[in-house]
C-alpha cells in the first residue's frame, strides 16, 4: 500500500482492488462506536497480533495527496467501511463467505475488556473522506465467493467487471447502483463511501475506453 501511494503527483488515478478474506477484531482504540469491532483485510501473511485494520488503511488513505485521485474496492466479508478508524441464480447452495473468524485465543483476549469510546471520530473522519471506497457488504455482513460462468469468484468483483463492460462511461454512483440490482440474490448490500464530488465523476476517472 506505500508503494501504490509513493510518489504520486495530481491527477494520478490509484485503484486498490481486493478480492479475499476478511474479519473482524475487538476494537482496540475506541472508535468503533456500534459494534467494538475493528474490520480487517486477511492477507496471506496475516498477523493477528498485528491485523491490517481499518485504522491503519484510514491513516494511509489519509495521506493521500490534493488532486490524486484512489479508489479501493473490497470484496471481502465485513468491509462496508473498512477504509474508516452464490451462483447467478440465487442458488446460495453455490456461494461461500469469504470471511474468516478470528483463532480463540484472539476473540478470549477482549472478553470483558472496557474500552473508552471517542465519539467524535467516526463521524469527522466519514465527512473528510478523500477517496472512493467500493465494498462488497456491510460491516455486519459476509461476501459470496460464488460460481459464476463455470468457476468460483467474488460475487462483487463480477458485478464490477460485468457491469463495466456493459457500460464503462458512467459515475460511481450510477454504477454502484447497477451493482445492487446484480447482486439482489445475494445476502449482501454493496457499500459506496465517498464525498460528493468523487461519487459523481466516472469511474475511474473516465479512464476506460
Known amino acids: 500500500m506505500g508503494w501504490?501511494?509513493?510518489?504520486?503527483?495530481?491527477?494520478?488515478?490509484l485503484v486498490f482492488h481486493y478480492s479475499g478474506h476478511g474479519s473482524q477484531v475487538r476494537d482496540r482504540h475506541g472508535d468503533e462506536l456500534d459494534d467494538d469491532l475493528d474490520e480487517i483485510l486477511c492477507p496471506h501473511d496475516l498477523n493477528w497480533d498485528d491485523p491490517l485494520t481499518d485504522d491503519i488503511l484510514a491513516t494511509l488513505f489519509d495521506k493521500v495527496p490534493v488532486g490524486v485521485n484512489l479508489?479501493?474496492?473490497?470484496?471481502?466479508?465485513?468491509?462496508?467501511?473498512?477504509?474508516?478508524?452464490?451462483?447467478?441464480?440465487?442458488?446460495?447452495?453455490d456461494s461461500i463467505p469469504k470471511r474468516i473468524i478470528p483463532p480463540y485465543d484472539i476473540r478470549s483476549r477482549?472478553?470483558?475488556?472496557?474500552?473508552?469510546?471517542?465519539?467524535?471520530?467516526?463521524?469527522?473522519?466519514?465527512?473528510?473522506?478523500?477517496?472512493?471506497?467500493?465494498?462488497?457488504?456491510?460491516?455486519?455482513?459476509?461476501?459470496?465467493?460464488a460460481y459464476i460462468g463455470g468457476k468460483y469468484q467474488g460475487a462483487l468483483s463480477w458485478a464490477l467487471t460485468t457491469a463495466i463492460k456493459e457500460n464503462p462511461n458512467m459515475t460511481w454512483l450510477e454504477l454502484h447502483k447497477i451493482i445492487t440490482d446484480k447482486?439482489?440474490?445475494?445476502?449482501?448490500?454493496?457499500?459506496?463511501?465517498?464525498?460528493?464530488?468523487?461519487?459523481?465523476?466516472?469511474?475511474?476517472?473516465?479512464?476506460?475506453?
Open 4 to 13: 501504490l501511494l509513493s510518489e504520486t503527483v495530481s491527477g494520478d488515478e
Open 71 to 93: 479508489t479501493m474496492i473490497s470484496d471481502s466479508c465485513h468491509s462496508g467501511t473498512i477504509t474508516r478508524d452464490i451462483g447467478c441464480n440465487g442458488n446460495m447452495v
Open 183 to 209: 447482486l439482489k440474490s445475494y445476502t449482501q448490500d454493496p457499500q459506496l463511501s465517498g464525498n460528493d464530488v468523487l461519487l459523481n465523476r466516472k469511474i475511474f476517472g473516465g479512464s476506460i475506453k
Open 110 to 145: 477482549s472478553l470483558g475488556l472496557k474500552i473508552q469510546k471517542k465519539r467524535n471520530l467516526g463521524m469527522s473522519r466519514e465527512i473528510v473522506q478523500n477517496h472512493v471506497l467500493l465494498s462488497g457488504c456491510k460491516d455486519n455482513q459476509t461476501s459470496s465467493d
